[in-house]
T-cell receptor, first 112, second 115 residues
Framework: SQQGEEDPQALSIQEGENATMNCSYK?????LQWYRQNSGRGLVHLIL?????REKHSGRLRVTLDTSKKSSSLLITASRAADTASYFC????????????FGGGTRVLVKP | KAGVTQTPRYLIKTRGQQVTLSCSPI?????VSWYQQTPGQGLQFLFE???????NKGNFPGRFSGRQFSNSRSEMNVSTLELGDSALYLC??????????????FGPGTRLTVL
């Protein structure tokens, strides 16, 4: 079973709207990372948040982490058609065997 | 710096054959991890190599193996191919171990189709 589970599985929004997706995980972690994948290509790293951090920003991206609830959220503000992709959370930590474990992903469609 | 490269990009094999995939990490990166991505199972970790040593292994049968060379390039091999091995195989490199605070840089993947 996967460490991270993402919600929703799919999201469709209009350009300019915000997109929010959530990730829940099961074991304690060192950090949580978000990646983007365009159409069956390689993944691109977006942001890494450590277990002692609560919020992190990068451009139009905002990530929060709540270790007490074992959950994280990724917010994309003012979305663009180019943001259309699948977004994956991945967790790393000793409890999960010191490997990067990915969730099932959220497919985001931004309509122009 | 050049990114992570994977060869070949596409591969078609038949059941029972074996296949070798190659990954060249970003210069200076010593960790190489391999993942299998399928529509049904998602992204699953295969193994990680660091300084020519396998540091971690996922839950895959022994038909899946890998190695890393002194220049950090890595290969993975799948023997006795099965239809279920059809997948996108992704390689990622990083400066340190994947379990640490290290961003993973992914290659474009090798799309393997088993007929």
């Amino acid at each position: 079973s996967q460490q991270g589970e993402e919600d929703p599985q799919a999201l469709s929004i209009q350009e300019g709207e915000n997109a929010t997706m959530n990730c829940s995980y099961k074991t304690s972690i060192n950090n949580l990372q978000w990646y983007r994948q365009n159409s069956g290509r390689g993944l691109v790293h977006l942001i890494l948040i450590r277990s002692n951090e609560r919020e992190k920003h990068s451009g139009r991206l905002r990530v929060t982490l709540d270790t007490s609830k074992k959950s994280s959220s990724l917010l994309i503000t003012a979305s663009r058609a180019a943001d259309t992709a699948s977004y994956f959370c991945a967790t790393a930590g000793k409890a999960a065997g010191n490997k990067l474990t990915f969730g099932g992903g959220t497919r985001v469609l931004v309509k122009p | 710096k050049a990114g992570v490269t994977q060869t070949p990009r596409y591969l078609i094999k038949t059941r029972g054959q074996q296949v070798t995939l190659s990954c060249s990490p970003i210069s200076g990166h010593r960790s190489v991890s391999w993942y299998q991505q399928t529509p049904g199972q998602g992204l699953q970790f295969l193994f990680e190599y660091f300084s020519e040593t396998q540091r971690n292994k996922g839950n895959f049968p022994g038909r899946f193996s890998g190695r890393q060379f002194s220049n950090s390039r890595s290969e993975m091999n799948v023997s006795t191919l099965e239809l279920g091995d059809s997948a996108l195989y992704l390689c990622a490199s990083s400066t340190g171990l994947a379990g640490g605070h290290n961003e993973q840089f992914f290659g474009p993947g090798t799309r393997l189709t088993v007929l």
